[in-house]
Nanobody, 127 residues
Framework: QVQLVESGGGLAQAGGSLRLSCAAS????????MGWYRQNPGKQRELVAT???????NYADSVKGRFTLSRDNAKNTVYLQMNTLKPEDTAAYYC?????????????????????WGQGTQVTVSS
């Protein structure tokens, strides 16, 4: 069973910084894509940033130049460094992992899993 555990988040002032971490646990061989999405009440979940296992990144225009997503493949962990925070960055942030090759207890013993989500962590930026 694959699980995503998020940490970080909290309250920051505008212009400040926060760091989010997300670790995938389970009998994992590899994860193709990991990233972060965010959502406010009544709105659709939106992309923040993603990173592939070869280091290719994709950022939402609204966070380019302010947020940096990095990854430790050996630990199946991603880190989102958020700098120069703005009040509009306030949201629940969700970790996502897609296309995970993991060990299964039944045949076939290697399986692909898709679109896993963490429980979410709140980021609040005050003006």
């Amino acid at each position: 069973q694959v699980q995503l555990v998020e940490s970080g988040g909290g309250l920051a002032q505008a212009g400040g910084s926060l760091r989010l971490s997300c670790a995938a646990s389970g009998s994992i061989f590899s994860i193709i894509t990991m990233g972060w999405y965010r959502q406010n009440p009544g709105k659709q979940r939106e992309l923040v940033a993603t990173i592939t296992n070869n280091g290719s990144t994709n950022y939402a225009d609204s966070v380019k130049g302010r947020f940096t997503l990095s990854r430790d493949n050996a630990k199946n962990t991603v880190y989102l460094q958020m700098n120069t925070l703005k009040p509009e960055d306030t949201a629940a942030y969700y970790c996502n992992a897609d296309r995970i090759l993991y060990r299964s207890g039944t045949c076939p013993f290697q399986r692909w899993g898709y679109d896993y989500w963490g429980q979410g962590t709140q980021v609040t930026v005050s003006s």
